[in-house]
T-cell receptor, first 113, second 111 residues
Framework: EPEVTQTPSHQVTQMGQEVILRCVPI?????FYWYRQILGQKVEFLVS????????KSEIFDDQFSVERPDGSNFTLKIRSTKLEDSAMYFC???????????FGSGTRLTVV | KQEVTQIPAALSVPEGENLVLNCSFT??????LQWFRQDPGKGLTSLLL?????REQTSGRLNASLDKSSGRSTLYIAASQPGDSATYLC??????????FGTGTRLKVLA
């Protein structure tokens, strides 16, 4: 069964450093998403991406965040200058037509120290 | 603003029991509702997807129902097993393609 692959599974970074989280969505999917889950809290939507541009973003997704699909297969989330409160599990997801086939990756646990 | 609530927050049952997890949402204008399973420190596994025009979906020992007008969904697990121990998340979409998640029900099935 097709999977959404996320790397790395765990990343530790120093506060203030830039970090890039990587995702390989399912190959024929058109919509791409990032979510995050702070420990013990709800899974929260960050951003959706379609046709090489952001289609929707939440209030969490401020200027410190950016997304990119650099080569037609990878989908990345960049955090420019990490803060302690960015520590969370970050999930990538992709879908075909809208919510059809919506599949989540296994997540990247980001720890900011 | 859509809010999704799950009750109970935690549940512990002996093996073999049938159980019901509840999900409620404040805005009935949803596109679909999905139940996920999350094991500790792991990703999200889709269990059942119910489109807004549907009333229920079944997969094996799992049955999910949807009552849009009352803003409720239930996940029924028959003959629970220790391997069912996990957190169960309910999430809805409405118009856009983002999911809004509940806080989850942490289930423990005792052998």
């Amino acid at each position: 069964e097709p999977e959404v692959t996320q790397t790395p599974s765990h990343q530790v970074t120093q506060m203030g450093q830039e970090v890039i989280l990587r995702c390989v969505p399912i190959s024929n999917h058109l919509y791409f998403y990032w979510y995050r889950q702070i420990l013990g809290q709800k899974v929260e939507f960050l951003v959706s991406f379609y046709n090489n541009e952001i289609s929707e973003k939440s209030e969490i997704f401020d200027d410190q965040f950016s997304v990119e699909r650099p080569d037609g297969s990878n989908f990345t989330l960049k955090i420019r200058s990490t803060k302690l409160e960015d520590s969370a599990m970050y999930f990538c997801a992709s879908s075909d037509l809208g919510t059809y086939g919506y599949t989540f990756g296994s997540g990247t646990r980001l720890t900011v120290v | 603003k859509q809010e999704v609530t799950q009750i109970p927050a935690a549940l512990s049952v002996p093996e073999g029991e049938n159980l019901v997890l509840n999900c409620s949402f404040t805005d009935s204008a949803i596109y679909n509702l999905q139940w996920f399973r999350q094991d500790p420190g792991k990703g999200l596994t889709s269990l059942l997807l119910i489109q807004s025009s549907q009333r229920e979906q079944t997969s094996g020992r799992l049955n999910a129902s949807l009552d849009k007008s009352s803003g409720r969904s239930t996940l029924y697990i028959a003959a629970s097993q220790p391997g069912d121990s996990a957190t169960y998340l309910c999430a809805v979409t409405a118009g856009t393609y983002k999911y809004i998640f509940g806080t989850g029900t942490r289930l423990k099935v005792l052998a």
